[in-house]
């Protein structure tokens, strides 16, 4: 199939019986042409199948009107809630988004940058990957004055804005829950301790099993990629103890969920035997049964914020410099999975 000719102001020009100049001032909203020739020029243009170069116009404005964004996985609840909340912000603001994983490497974390960089995005929101250990790959947007602004997993640098939950205080108050319900001999699965969002949660986790004169040992701790298998593979770990643990805090619900399964299958009773709480209040967390306690923080407020922070740096041509940090609330949702009480 032979494709269809491209049409051009020429054909529009053309098809009105005047000049292409005035089809191409026209379609520009030129003040100089009347409302009714630009009527007559839009409505060609429609029916025609005109497709106007809005890359070539905007470059030479030095925009694109688009936003890269980098998040780890699209698999995700939570992203896909920060995805949703930039978008409508983006949107609004006449902007498009250019979304990519990097399926958890930094491997594939440089590659996306540097798409992002050579289709010339305008800002960029990242979730850094797994395994990033510098942001030396996103240099050459902070060089150029391309906003960066970093969210749920960040980096500090002076001049990428950050906004975060406050995990060491989550990973604190879900585990003084797990103690206030009779756990004493706690553990916690976490995922690499070079990302805040984990380092911070096991922090939060060690103070609180300090503060009630609770031991700890290295036994108690698991870091993995915190994937459904891994939580599989923790059952099997947790079955195979001497001594198991009375409570089990994993940082985050996909982990949790499926380590609590294995051990349901092997007739461990939850929370009888082995009390649980996961975090990020993924939908899984309400269907499994036991439901499971977590922490719950707002993926679309935290997308809408780092959005309107970077449109406004866009919008008003500000320099980002010295950056700072916002950090949103967050909840303990406390579940059956956790306590024996009733709820």
Known sequence: MIPEKEITIYDIAKSLNISAATVSRGLKDH????????KRIFDAAKDMGYRFNSLASNLRRQRTNTIG??????????????????????NQAGYNLIISQSLETVKKEVENSLTMFNNRVDGLLVSLAYNTQDISHFEAFIKKGIPVIFFDRIFEHIKCPNII????????????????????????????????????????????????NLPFSDELLIVNNLTALEGIETAVQILSMEKKPEAVFVSND??????????????????????????????IAKVVEPNLTTINYHGEEMGELAANILIRHLTNNLEIGPAHTTVLGHELIVRQSSTKKII
């Open 165 to 212: 939950i406050d995990n060491y205080q989550a990973g604190y108050e879900i585990t003084k829950h797990l103690i206030a319900e009779g756990g004493r001999r706690i553990m916690h699965v976490s995922g690499n301790q070079s990302r805040n969002v984990y380092s911070e949660r096991f922090r939060g986790y060690r103070d609180a099993l300090e503060e009630f």
């Open 69 to 90: 964004v980098i998040v780890p996985r699209l698999n995700s609840s939570f992203m896909s809630d920060a995805i949703a909340g930039m978008e409508q912000v983006a």
């Open 31 to 38: 003040p100089g042409i009347s409302k009714l020739t630009k």
């Open 254 to 283: 996909t982990c949790a969920v499926a380590c609590m399964l294995e051990l349901k299958k092997q007739g461990i009773k939850i929370p009888e035997d082995i009390s649980f709480a996961g975090f990020n209040n993924d939908p």
